[in-house]
């Protein structure tokens, strides 16, 4: 049972850096992402989302004009 918990959180943890390193994300204050914990990475992911969100400073989208909406 261990070696399959230890796996499934190596496996997220290179999933998350993949994710980073696509952003060119490589280091935290000069620490290599391979460097931090799954709990770490998820937290600097999350961080990063929010801040590069394209939405981040606009409230939510809304249809204003619902007359072009496609009825069947």
């Known amino acids: ?8 959180v190596e496996k997220k943890r290179r999933k998350i850096i993949e994710k980073l390193i696509a952003f ?11 460097e931090f914990s799954l709990t770490e990475l998820e937290h600097e992911y999350r961080r990063f989302r929010a801040l590069n969100h394209p939405h981040t400073n606009f409230s939510s989208i809304h249809l204003t004009n619902k007359e072009n909406v496609i009825e069947e």
């Open 24 to 34: 060119d994300v490589y280091e935290k204050e000069d620490h290599f992402l391979y």
């Open 1 to 8: 049972m261990g070696n399959i918990l230890r796996n499934a």
